[in-house]
T-cell receptor, first 111, second 113 residues
Framework: KQEVTQIPAALSVPEGENLVLNCSFT??????LQWFRQDPGKGLTSLLL?????REQTSGRLNASLDKSSGRSTLYIAASQPGDSATYLC??????????FGQGTTLQVKP | NAGVTQTPKFRVLKTGQSMTLLCAQD?????MYWYRQDPGMGLRLIHY???????AKGEVPDGYNVSRLKKQNFLLGLESAAPSQTSVYFC????????????FGPGTRLLVL
């Protein structure tokens, strides 16, 4: 059974720092991996989608990498801003189309 | 484009009452999903649909029923609510089954007393 783990559960950094969020999964037979952002009391917003054949995806200050063999993905946020404060969720997609979510990392960027 | 909308936003039920949560999407997506989000448990798939008139069970389907009579709507029903169903419910949709991102609604917060 696929299990997705995100470490740390919470992270607090000063504005301007570069940071890395981690996601690990137990079964390397994945179809894709997605990173989502969730603001308090809101739904999820998709940030990046990496197909299993890809190594990384970039969008603005965000870069997500995928290493299937080691069962790991990272989300790199460059030059963090207070507006980046949110919970970040990773989700692994199988060939059945279902997503398995991690429990998220809550990020606070202090001005 | 409203995307994915959910009604109601918040509801309080007494144990044993029934209710229906409505999800609507205007993106012409074939696939729709219902998740619940609980502290410490993450998001878990309740039911999903791969097209109009179809439904299938997800990870935690017990106590819920769904219907997809129209392509743009996906209904989640609780026939006899239990305190264990207190949660935040999210609907999502996607264009295809694999390799496409899912778009989420804003959520429905349900409290069962």
């Amino acid at each position: 059974k696929q299990e997705v783990t995100q470490i740390p559960a919470a992270l607090s950094v000063p504005e301007g720092e570069n940071l890395v969020l981690n996601c690990s999964f137990t079964d390397s037979a994945i179809y894709n991996l997605q990173w989502f952002r969730q603001d308090p009391g809101k739904g999820l917003t998709s940030l990046l989608l990496i197909q299993s054949s890809q190594r990384e995806q970039t969008s603005g200050r965000l870069n997500a990498s995928l290493d299937k063999s080691s069962g790991r993905s990272t989300l790199y946020i460059a030059a963090s801003q207070p507006g980046d404060s949110a919970t970040y969720l990773c989700a692994v997609g199988s060939n059945t189309g279902k997503l398995i979510f991690g429990q998220g990392t809550t990020l606070q960027v202090k001005p | 484009n409203a995307g994915v909308t959910q009604t109601p936003k918040f509801r309080v039920l007494k144990t044993g009452q029934s209710m229906t949560l409505l999800c609507a999407q205007d993106m012409n997506h074939e696939y729709m999903y219902w998740y619940r989000q609980d502290p410490g448990m993450g998001l878990r798939l309740i039911h999903y649909s791969v097209g109009e008139g179809t439904t299938a069970k997800g990870e935690v389907p017990d106590g819920y029923n769904v219907s997809r009579l129209k392509k743009q709507n996906f209904l989640l029903g609780l026939e006899s609510a239990a305190p264990s169903q207190t949660s935040v419910y999210f609907c999502a949709s996607s264009y295809s089954w694999q390799g496409e991102t899912q778009y989420f609604g804003p959520g429905t917060r349900l409290l069962v007393l």
